[in-house]
């Protein structure tokens, strides 16, 4: 006879338990053929085309894990969160092709995409990079895409001086016709951190740009308000891409990117709220966290708690 052990449970389920808590990593329920539900998400841990130094291919994990920091239950709304998340896992990538690696994650959504198993997406990053992949195939599947962009940069650059890498995804979204530039707004864009000839490029093709000159003396809803109500009028579908350097050093310290003068988390927060209520916002992608830099998951947090505060606009 085999001998029980009374006060041992089985690794990593030794947690304080509260009967009546249900912690918002629960939602988390993995893909199961026929699963149908609100919410799906999908981790593309690609952040070797970083042009800084970038581990936040470990940011997809260090997310969900950063969800059990929270519980489902809103007092604001008076209501539980409790629509599942299907987590179709990560996207599986080479150590070594970083080309193939993007060409990777947009097949990889294009399958998700078909597949309607979902009606919103969460996309984990990775470096911002992935946005191209994933707008890609997004477009793909749900026809004219708006795209509102929570940035400190303008992720314009030039391809010619170091090929696809995290500041290049906007740029070639352009140019190869996926999103036009007067359907795409970038908010939060700071000063110092982006060249004039960007800054010009992205007023020529129309691109819409709120600094955070803006944001302070406008007020985000204001602005979030406005975008929505003007892409709306345009395009089929919007798709959120959020940097998390748009954030302040203080409050995002494992950005790779990281910078003074940025938005704070209740500023953020308040433009996913405004953003999450709107129909036709369906996807968002979070990216630019690296865990292996970060202060006690301070970024990987707000990450998290961005998508709850999506899930209450949505759900509640």
């Keep these: 006879m085999s001998k029980q052990f009374r006060h041992l449970k089985p690794y990593g389920k030794g947690a304080f338990v509260d009967r009546y808590t249900t912690r918002a990593s629960e939602l988390l329920k993995p893909y199961e053929s026929g699963a149908k539900g609100a919410y799906g998400l999908v981790g593309l841990p690609l952040s070797k085309t970083s042009i800084s130094h970038s581990g936040a291919s470990f940011a997809p994990g260090a997310i969900r894990e950063a969800l059990s920091s929270y519980t489902v239950y809103s007092g604001e709304k008076g209501a539980n969160l409790t629509e599942e998340i299907i987590d179709f896992g990560d996207v599986y990538l080479s150590p070594t092709n970083l080309i193939e690696n993007q060409h990777t994650l947009y097949k990889a959504l294009v399958d998700v995409f078909e597949a309607e198993v979902a009606s919103n997406y969460f996309l984990l990053g990775g470096d911002h990079g992935v946005s191209y992949a994933a707008i890609k195939a997004y477009a793909e599947h749900q026809g004219n895409v708006g795209v509102i962009q929570f940035d ?12 696809p890498t995290n500041g290049t995804p906007f740029r070639r979204l352009l140019t190869d016709k996926i999103v036009s530039g007067e359907n795409l707004v970038q908010i939060g864009i700071r000063d110092f951190t982006n060249a004039k000839e960007y800054h010009e490029y992205a007023l020529e093709e129309g691109v819409t740009i709120y600094t955070m000159a803006d944001v302070r003396e406008q007020g985000i809803q ?3 308000a406005e975008s929505l109500a003007t892409l709306a009028k345009k395009v089929d579908i919007i798709y959120v891409s959020l940097d998390m350097d748009v954030l302040d050093q203080a409050y995002a310290p494992g950005c790779p990117a990281i910078g003074p003068g940025g938005m704070d988390t209740d500023t953020l927060l308040q433009g996913i709220t405004t953003l999450s209520e709107h129909e036709k916002v369906k996807a968002m992608d979070i990216v630019e966290i690296d865990p292996t830099i970060d202060i006690r998951n301070m970024t990987s947090r707000v990450a998290a708690y961005t998508i709850l505060q999506f899930m209450k606009g949505k759900s509640l």
């Design 152 to 163: 400190a940069h303008h992720d314009l650059r030039n391809t010619e001086d170091g090929g």
């Design 222 to 224: 204001p602005i979030v």
